[in-house]
């Protein structure tokens, strides 16, 4: 994902609560830890590996400690899996790397963020997402596979407008 290049391998957080974790765009090197964290968080792990470029990951002791990614949808960009290590949850990295992933989707342009989740509907407003209708999110992000067949239909949408568009009505 072009945006990452604000993310440079090596580079610390400086929040003290996560100093030790390292932000880096994930490699091909990286999906059995990837897929691995996915699987103990109870995330889906279907198309990670056709998009393991699009991810990133925390990293505390040379080992993967948290994930996340978005996958292009055109203009559009679905975040997906974002996952900490239960022995790392409470120390703000699912946080830094939700932010790393939404300031790498406006800084390649997208119009919005989407989401899919089950359970942390209550988190990502935070984030500036809100809740949105299934039938209002773009065709682009319906037609992926996580849209359409891997999340149950009975899973909360949130979208973030991005960028320009963050003013802009009607998606």
């Keep these: 994902m072009a945006g990452f290049r604000t993310v440079r391998s090596g580079e610390r957080v400086t929040n003290t609560a996560t100093s030790e974790i390292t932000y ?3 490699t091909a090197d990286d ?7 996915l699987t103990i968080t109870n995330l ?4 990670v590996k056709d998009s393991i470029e699009s991810f990133v990951v925390a990293e505390s002791g040379g080992h993967v400690v ?11 960009g679905l ?11 409470g120390r703000g990295v699912g946080a830094a790397m939700t932010e790393i992933l939404i300031a790498a989707s ?26 949105t209708p299934r039938e209002t999110v773009p065709l682009q992000i319906q037609l992926s596979a996580e849209f359409s067949d891997i999340c ?20």
């Design 24 to 26: 880096r765009p994930a």
């Design 31 to 37: 999906l059995s830890a990837v897929e691995d964290l």
């Design 44 to 47: 889906p792990v279907d198309g």
């Design 66 to 76: 948290g994930v996340g990614g978005v996958e292009l949808c055109g203009d559009y």
């Design 79 to 89: 975040l997906r899996s974002i996952a900490v290590d239960p022995a790392t949850r």
């Design 106 to 131: 406006e800084a390649t342009g997208l119009r919005a963020l989407y989401l899919l989740t089950t359970t942390a509907e209550n988190y990502f407003p935070s984030f500036g997402f809100d809740k």
């Design 152 to 171: 149950p239909s009975s899973a909360t949408v949130m979208r973030r407008p991005l960028g320009m568009w963050q003013s802009a009505a009607g998606e």
